[in-house]
């Protein structure tokens, strides 16, 4: 049943579980492959990313579980990398210079009007409140600069998945409903879309929040889209607890079934394969 994973975070980031409960999850729940995915470090320390500091014990956690669970699963090295400006960003070489197998690309934070970092991965009461006290109350200027960071982020290059390609448009559609109807809106999604296509990027199905806010990321909206387009796809979790890592999928699967999908990316003898969904 396509049951793999690469958008995952562990106790060396955000997540809520050492590494090694992780695989041991998906090796109990029958999983092919499974990657995880900590959040890279910043220019600064967050309470959600790495620091450079642990980058080695990182790397030196992973390859031990990868040779110890080589005969049950194949584990994959991973990190999940914003972009938050030129010097930081999937592409630059402190990063391409990392030996993991792949590379998530991200965005979860702005520059306000004072050129202070925000963080608008947060719940949407918090996001209105950082839309009227950064923004002046401008959705249309948060949408806008988030998706344009994201097309300088796909401009540059460096990673293999585009992580949770729309993650705004939730509590952009709280703070505003409709947003998604709203033309402009549409035409914006269409040229992003179109962008990720030409340079050849997978996207992830993100399903982290569907049982929650009964959506994925990107929005099933734009699926046939993404079919229309050839973007290849592959479905992940984005786990942060064990008992989360397939959450979502069944519905993600069936979601890009009736879109029109036939396949999904998957990760098998180190090489991206496009993959039958059962």
Known sequence: MNLTNYHSHCSFCDGRAPLEDFVKEAIWQGFTSYGISSHAPLPFSTHWT?????????????????????????????????YLNEESNPSVLKFQELPLDYRIGSVHLLYNHQNEVVDIDCSAPKFAEIVDTHFNGDLNEVIETYYNRLIRMIDLGGFDILGHADKIHYNASCY???????????????????????????????????????TFYPNEK???LLKNLEIPVLVNSDAHFTERINSGRPEALLALKRAGFTQVMELHQHKWQSCLIE
């Open 50 to 82: 790495m620091d450079w500091d642990q980058v080695s014990s990182y790397l030196k956690e992973c390859n031990r579980i990868k040779n110890e669970y080589a005969d049950q699963i194949e584990f994959y090295i991973g990190m999940e990398i914003d």
């Open 176 to 214: 505003r409903p409709g947003l998604l109807d709203e033309p402009w809106y549409d035409s914006l999604m269409h040229d992003y879309f179109s962008l990720i296509a030409q340079k050849g990027y997978m996207v992830e199905i993100n399903t982290k929040a569907f049982h929650q806010l009964g």
């Open 222 to 224: 734009h699926f046939t």
